[in-house]
C-alpha cells in the first residue's frame, strides 16, 4: 500500500545525511567523550561540531548550548532550573503538556502559575504577559511555534518585555526549530528548547540554549558534563545527528525551503477547503510555521478520520501524539475557542522535508472522499440535515 | 477487543481465515478516575479499559499483525451507562449496565465507527449465534453452543440492522476450546481469567461505587433512607437508603424477627422498602417496557415462550402479550421468585430469542 507521512509535528524521519553522519558513532568511534585518552577525543569533537552547529542555528554560542534526551526535558530543565518556592511564572493555555505540566508541578512546590488566555486565531497577547508581571515573577515561558496549529507567538515582543522587568524568559521553540529562523538574541530569551526528532535528527536528543551568566540548577546529579548543567553520559550518536540535522536546517533555511514548504502546505490547505464544506482552518489570520495546517471538519469524530485515513495509507493526527486515546478535546483548540465538538472534530496535518506535490495530491484525492463518507455516515450530521432541509 | 482471551481469540481466528482484520478497543471508563474517593479501592488492575487490558489488546493485534486501535466513547458511556446505573439504584430498581452498554455503546458506536472506517461487519466476543432466517426475512439471535457463557440476555436489544451487521464467532465453541484454541495462535493471554463483575464497579460493590461517583460530581447523594414495611402494612424499623436493597435480598434488613424477611419491593416514590416471608416473593406476572423483538416484526397475539428473568435464572415458560403501547404482559406458568424491576425479561423460543424488556 502507497503510504504518506503527513504527521511530522509528531516525529520525522532521520535524513539519510544525518543517518549517515551518525553511522560510526555506533561502531569504530564508541568512545565516552569525557575520556582522556584517544577514543574520547575522537567522540569529544564530534560532540563539539555538533553544539557549534546547534548555536549557529539558534544565532548563540557553542558554549550556551545543553545537550538533552529532548524538547521536554529541554523544557523542565528550563523551569525547575530557575523557579523556586514562592516564584511566580507567567505561562499560556496552549503550550505543550511537557511546560504546563511541569508549571503544574511548581504550583504544588508553592509557586504561582499564571495561564494566559489566547485569542481565537491561538495568539497571546503580550501586553497580558505584561499585565500578568508581578514582584515575584521569575520566569514567563512562552512557546514560539504551537504543535498542533503552527501558530507562531510575538516572542520578540514578550523577549522585549522580559528583559525590561528583569524576568527569565523560556521559550520552547520545539515546533518552531528548522521551520522558521531563530535568533536567540534578537527573541531576548535567556533559554529555548529544541527536539532533535522534530528536525530529522533521532529520538532522544535535544538541546536547551541557556544564555550565558545564568546559572541554572541541573535536573540530574552525577558527573559534570555540559558544564554541569546535565549529568550523564552523552548521547554521542544521537548529538551528532542533531548537529547534522542542525546545518541541514540552517542551510535549508538560507536557500529560502521555508518559503516553498508554506505554498505547498498551502495547495493542500486550500485544496482541503476547496472540496470540503463546513470545514475552516485553526489559527486563521495568524502567524503559522510554513509546514502545519489544522482543519476543522465539522460533524465528525477527527479519531475516526485519522482512523479511515491511515487504512488509507494517509498518516495525520487529531493533535499532541502524546495526547491520542485521550477523552479531552486539545487544551489548545479548545483555548482558542473552539467548542468541544469542533475541537474533537480537528485534524493537524504537518509537512516535512520528504514529503513530496505527489504527497499531497494523494492527500487531496482522498481527504474529502474520507470526510464526505464519514458525515454520510454520522448520526450527529445527519440530523442536522435534516434541520437544515 | 477488551483485551481478554475471547476477542483475541476471535480476532486471531478471522485473520487466520483470512480476513482484512481491524483491531479496535473501545475506551469506555477511566479506572483510575474513581480510584481512592470514598474507600474505593487504589489501584485497579486487569479489568476492561485498564491500561493493562489495552496492552494485551494491542500486543495481540501486534502479534497477529493487525492493525489497532482505540477508540474513546468514555463521554457517552457515563452518560448512557454509568449514569442511569447510578439513577437505577437511586430510584429502587436494579440495573444491568452491560445490556445498556451494548445497546448505546458496542452495537451502537462501534458499527458506526466501523462503517466509517470502512469495516463491513463487527465481531466481538460474545458468545451468541447470529443466523438469517429466509423465510421471515430477518436477522435471528440465539443461544450458543456453551450454555454456561450465554451472552444473549444481554444482547436482547439489538436491532435488525445491528445483527445484519454483526459476527460472533464463538458461537459454536465452548469457553475451553476457545482458551485452546488462543494457546494454538500462541496469544499470551489464553490464560487470563475470565472478567466476571461490572467493568467499572471494582470488587462489585456499588454502594461505594454510587458514593464515589456522586462524590466526584459534586453532588450529594440524595436521602434515600425511609421505612421497613412488612406485606401487611406493619412499619418495623428504618432503612438506610434503598439503592442498598434489591428484592430478594435477606441479609442487611438491620431488624431481627423469628421468621427469615426478604426485600419484596421497593417503593421508590415513598422509599419504603416491603419486606416479607420468601412465599411473597414469588409472583406470577411481569409487565417489561422499552421492549425490543427480533424474531418478530411484532406481537400480534399471546405466544408460548420461555422468559428469563436474570442472568442466572433458568428460562421458565409463560405466555406473553401485549399489554400496552410499547408494553409486554408475561404470565408465567408457575410463580417466578425475585422478579426485580430493573432487570431484563428475555423471551426464547428455543433457542431463538423472540425479544425482551425491561422490568417494570
Avoid at chain 1, 538574541?185 to 530529522?200: N, P, V
Avoid at chain 2, 444481554?154 to 465452548?174: A, K, N
Amino acid at each position: 500500500m502507497q503510504r504518506v507521512y503527513l504527521d511530522n509535528n509528531a516525529t520525522t524521519a532521520v535524513l539519510p545525511e544525518v543517518f549517515e553522519a551518525m553511522r560510526p558513532y555506533f561502531g569504530e568511534r564508541f568512545g565516552n567523550a569525557s575520556s582522556i585518552h584517544h577514543h574520547g577525543q575522537e567522540t569529544r569533537a564530534a560532540v563539539e561540531d555538533a553544539r557549534e552547529a546547534v548555536a549557529d542555528l539558534l544565532g548563540c554560542t557553542a558554549s550556551e548550548v545543553v545537550f538533552t534526551s529532548g524538547g521536554t526535558e529541554s523544557d523542565n530543565l528550563a523551569i525547575a532550573g530557575w523557579v523556586a518556592a514562592g516564584d511566580h511564572v507567567i505561562t499560556s493555555s496552549i503550550e505543550h503538556h511537557a511546560v504546563l505540566h511541569a508549571c503544574k508541578h511548581l504550583e504544588k512546590l508553592g509557586c504561582d502559575v499564571s495561564v494566559l488566555r489566547v485569542d481565537g486565531r491561538g495568539l497571546v497577547d503580550p501586553d497580558d504577559v505584561g499585565r500578568a508581571l508581578r514582584s515575584n515573577t521569575k520566569l514567563i515561558s512562552l512557546m514560539m511555534a504551537n504543535n498542533e496549529t503552527g501558530v507562531l507567538q510575538p516572542v520578540d515582543e514578550v523577549g522585549k518585555i522580559a528583559a525590561e522587568a528583569q524576568v527569565l524568559f523560556h521559550t520552547d521553540a520545539v515546533q518552531a526549530a528548522a521551520k522558521v529562523p531563530i535568533d536567540v538574541r534578537r527573541i531576548g530569551c535567556d533559554a529555548l528548547s529544541i527536539s532533535g526528532h522534530k528536525i530529522h535528527a533521532p529520538q532522544g536528543v535535544g538541546a536547551l540554549y541557556v544564555k550565558k551568566g545564568t546559572r541554572i540548577q541541573p535536573l540530574f546529579h552525577g558527573g559534570r558534563h555540559e558544564r554541569s548543567r546535565r549529568a550523564g553520559t552523552e548521547n554521542v550518536p544521537g548529538i551528532v545527528g542533531l548537529g547534522k540535522a542542525a546545518q541541514l536546517a540552517k542551510e535549508s533555511l538560507e536557500r529560502g525551503d521555508d518559503k516553498k514548504m508554506a505554498a505547498v502546505r498551502d495547495r493542500l490547505e486550500q485544496g482541503i477547503l476547496a472540496h470540503v464544506d463546513e470545514a475552516g482552518v485553526n489559527g486563521q489570520g495568524a502567524p503559522r510555521v510554513p509546514n502545519t495546517t489544522n482543519i476543522h471538519f465539522d460533524h465528525i469524530e477527527g479519531e475516526s478520520l485519522v482512523i479511515a485515513l491511515d487504512l488509507k495509507g494517509l498518516a495525520v493526527s487529531t493533535g499532541a501524539a502524546c495526547s491520542s486515546g485521550a477523552i479531552e478535546p486539545s487544551h489548545v483548540l479548545i483555548a482558542m475557542g473552539l467548542r468541544p465538538e469542533q475541537a474533537r472534530a480537528s485534524i493537524r496535518f504537518s509537512l516535512g522535508k520528504q514529503t513530496t506535490e505527489s504527497d499531497i495530491d494523494f492527500a487531496l484525492a482522498l481527504v474529502p472522499e474520507t470526510v464526505a463518507r464519514l458525515r454520510e455516515l454520522s448520526p450527529k450530521y445527519k440530523s442536522q440535515v435534516k434541520v437544515v432541509s | 477487543m477488551s483485551g481478554g482471551v475471547d476477542s483475541s481469540t476471535v480476532a486471531a481466528m478471522l485473520r487466520a481465515d483470512g480476513n482484512n482484520v481491524i483491531g479496535l478497543t473501545m475506551q469506555l471508563w477511566n479506572q483510575r478516575r474513581l480510584a481512592g474517593r470514598e474507600g474505593m479501592p487504589e489501584a485497579v488492575h486487569g479489568r476492561c479499559c485498564s491500561l493493562d487490558d489495552v496492552y494485551d489488546a494491542r500486543r495481540v493485534a501486534q502479534q497477529i499483525g493487525i492493525p489497532y486501535y482505540v477508540v474513546n466513547h468514555e463521554e457517552r458511556f457515563e452518560r448512557e451507562v454509568v449514569r442511569p446505573f447510578v439513577e437505577e439504584y437511586l430510584s429502587g430498581r436494579t440495573p444491568i449496565p452491560c445490556s445498556l452498554c451494548n445497546n448505546h455503546l458496542k452495537f451502537d458506536q462501534l458499527l458506526i465507527v466501523a462503517q466509517q472506517i470502512g469495516a463491513e461487519r463487527v465481531a466481538t466476543g460474545h458468545y451468541a449465534r447470529v443466523a438469517y432466517d429466509d423465510a421471515k426475512r430477518r436477522w435471528l439471535l440465539k443461544r450458543p453452543a456453551d450454555a454456561s457463557k450465554d451472552q444473549t440476555y444481554f444482547l436482547f436489544g439489538l436491532t435488525q440492522e445491528q445483527l445484519g451487521r454483526t459476527l460472533f464467532p464463538l458461537g459454536d465453541m465452548t469457553k475451553p476450546q476457545v482458551r485452546e484454541l488462543a494457546h494454538r495462535h500462541g496469544l499470551a493471554i489464553a490464560e487470563k481469567p475470565d472478567s466476571q463483575e461490572i467493568c467499572f464497579v471494582p470488587g462489585g460493590d456499588y454502594k461505594r461505587f454510587i458514593d464515589a461517583y456522586l462524590a466526584e460530581q459534586g453532588e450529594s447523594l440524595p436521602d434515600t433512607a425511609g421505612e421497613l414495611v412488612t406485606t401487611g402494612g406493619e412499619v418495623i424499623g428504618e432503612h438506610t437508603g434503598i439503592h442498598n436493597f434489591t428484592v430478594g435480598q435477606r441479609k442487611g434488613l438491620g431488624v431481627a424477627t423469628g421468621s427469615p424477611l426478604y426485600v419484596i419491593q421497593i417503593s421508590g416514590a415513598d422509599k419504603q422498602v416491603i419486606v416479607g416471608s420468601d412465599e411473597h416473593l414469588y409472583s406470577r406476572t411481569l409487565r417489561a417496557r422499552r421492549t425490543n423483538l427480533i424474531s418478530l416484526e411484532a406481537l400480534a397475539e399471546p405466544m408460548r415462550v420461555k422468559v428469563k428473568i436474570r442472568h442466572r435464572h433458568e428460562p421458565a415458560p409463560a405466555t406473553i402479550e401485549r399489554s400496552g403501547e410499547d408494553e409486554i404482559l408475561a404470565t408465567f406458568d408457575e410463580p417466578q421468585r425475585a422478579i426485580t424491576p430493573g432487570q431484563a425479561a428475555v423471551f426464547y423460543d428455543g433457542e431463538i430469542v423472540v425479544g425482551g424488556g425491561w422490568i417494570v
